[in-house]
């Protein structure tokens, strides 16, 4: 009986152990497995349950964090896309609180670069956070979250006398029900509007954006920031690897790189005010999302460590 | 993301293009589907199961997939583990393991061990010897390839597998110990 339940126990990891590859392909071989014995589902549930808990086990602080999305590309060129296979386990694994509640930390998710999560609220609202991000939720305040720092796309469902708030640095984004993008980044704060109605720190500012409307913020800015114009199908474009920019400088570019797809894109200092126009993919051949940007910036992409260097 | 052009895009993601993909794959492969679901433990249920499936594949905004079929057997495993680890949840706190566990509400997502149980994890996985941990960690944690570990520690794939295979081992016993205690 032992030896049964650890033989079935043995296999079960073997299964669990080729599934984490995304191009992980038989699945009909693993229901066969579960036909063979109607006892092999259990023991799978529970090694892979297990298995699921080990996602709150810290990462090391080493900076192999960015070789997630580029060493399996780099080894595997016939292999067709791995950021569509990360983009399918963040929408089809990662949906939730898999850290919250019991690690204290309460309510903190935070992804790393390249890695993109969905979480779904108690209300029904979501957000879908990008790489390098960190976003905190409190279970005692369900209509409120707060983008610490990186870039989060925020579908919130309205409810007439109880609006959603995001705090971002010292900014408060108050939805009317509504689909929104919020970037974080070192003092500044962006918003761009897809759906309905978000008002810009309601007790200042009081900027209200609809969509197709977005704003672009400094800390410490005395003026209302002023109200521009986005284009809405780009909004939150990071979630299917299109990032579209309009005159932007390259280290902003470089930064929502390592965000989406955990790229290091550093910047020469002859190239630091150059600004960058155009349409990027992130493309399963990263090279190539570097090509177009250098071609498109007007600068060189040499290797670099694990990421590259553009120059002029 | 910073600001947009108006430009259109010529290379468009069509996300309706990527939902009709999913529902096409749903139904051609249905019995498949419904039979993967029976043994992978919903039994009688599978054909509900399969309903959720669908609503939990075409509800979502999603870019498209070059390999639809294994992405939709992927999402039918996690709807089968989600179940599962719901129930267990409920189980648990019925029978007040933690006070922790008192005040979650029943959730798929919610940790099934608590901060001290994964202290204790970690340490069985550093026990298990140096080389298994570190394969272990750049694996489970980084998420690197296992072809990319055998390479970068030297040692032969089947290495990288048997000791990934010692860890799990390990930890599934772990468990069993926090289940019978």
Redesign the interface.
């Known amino acids: 009986m032992q030896v049964e339940r650890t033989d079935a126990e043995a296999r079960a990891i073997d299964w669990l152990v080729r599934q984490r590859d995304p191009d992980f392909t038989d699945w009909d071989g693993f229901a066969d497995w579960l036909a063979e014995d109607n006892a092999h589902a259990a023991v799978y549930d529970a090694v892979a349950s297990l298995d699921r808990d080990l996602d709150a086990l810290p990462s090391a602080s080493a900076p192999a964090v960015t070789i997630i999305t580029d060493a399996p590309a780099r080894h595997h060129p016939s292999r067709r896309r791995w950021f569509g296979g990360a983009m399918a386990a963040a929408l089809v694994g990662a949906i939730g609180l898999s850290s919250l509640g019991l690690f204290g930390d309460d309510g903190r998710i935070e992804t790393l670069a390249g890695e993109h999560r969905t979480v779904e609220l108690a209300d029904g609202s979501k957000i879908e956070i990008n790489g390098a991000s960190v976003v905190e939720i409190d279970k005692d305040r369900p209509r409120f979250a707060r983008l610490e720092s990186g870039e989060a796309m925020f579908h919130v469902v309205h409810r007439e006398h109880d609006p959603f708030v995001v705090e971002t640095g010292g900014a408060k984004i108050v939805d009317l029900g509504t689909a929104f993008n919020v970037v974080r980044r070192d003092r500044q704060t962006s918003v761009a509007v897809s759906e309905g109605i978000v008002l810009y720190n309601p007790d200042r500012d009081n900027v209200r954006l609809v969509a197709g409307k977005g704003i672009e913020a400094r800390d410490g800015d005395r003026n209302a920031p002023a109200v521009q114009d986005v284009d809405v199908a780009n909004v939150g474009g990071w979630r299917s690897g299109l990032l579209v920019y309009n005159g932007t400088p390259l280290a902003v570019v470089a930064e929502d790189l390592k965000r989406t797809a955990g790229m290091q894109v550093s910047i020469a200092p002859d190239a630091n005010d150059l600004s960058f126009r155009g349409a990027l993919i992130i493309d399963k051949n990263r090279d190539r999302t570097i090509a177009d940007l250098a071609a498109l910036s007007g600068t060189k992409a040499e290797r670099q460590g694990d990421g590259w260097i553009l120059t002029r | 993301?910073?600001?947009?052009?108006?430009?259109?895009?010529t290379?468009s993601?069509d996300?309706t293009d990527a939902a009709q993909g999913i529902e096409g794959v749903l139904l051609a492969n249905r019995d498949?589907i419904v039979?993967?679901l029976e043994?992978?433990?919903a039994g009688d249920g599978a054909e509900d199961l399969f309903q959720d499936l669908w609503m939990r594949l075409t509800d979502?905004?999603?870019?498209?997939?070059?390999?639809p079929?294994?992405?939709v057997?992927?999402?039918a495993?996690?709807l089968?583990?989600d179940r599962?680890?719901s129930a267990?949840q409920r189980e648990l706190r019925d029978k007040a393991w933690?006070e922790?566990?008192a005040?979650?509400?029943p959730?798929?997502?919610?940790?099934?061990?608590?901060?001290e149980q994964?202290a204790l994890?970690?340490s069985a996985i550093a026990a298990t010897g140096e080389r298994p941990a570190r394969i272990f960690?750049?694996?489970?944690?980084?998420?690197?390839?296992?072809?990319?570990i055998a390479s970068e520690m030297g040692v032969s794939l089947s290495t990288v597998?048997a000791d990934?295979?010692k860890v799990?081992?390990k930890?599934?016993e772990i468990?069993r110990q926090f289940d019978a205690g």
Request: glycine share 6%; net charge positive.
């Open positions: 993301m910073a600001f947009q052009s108006k430009q259109s895009m290379d993601h996300r498949r039979r993967f043994v992978r433990g979502r905004r999603m870019g498209p997939i070059a390999d079929l294994p992405y057997m992927r999402a495993n996690n089968m583990l599962y680890r267990r933690g922790a566990s005040t979650q509400s959730s798929s997502e919610c940790a099934l061990i608590s901060r994964l994890v970690e960690r750049r694996f489970r944690v980084e998420g690197i390839h296992q072809r990319d597998e990934l295979r799990y081992a930890l599934a468990r």
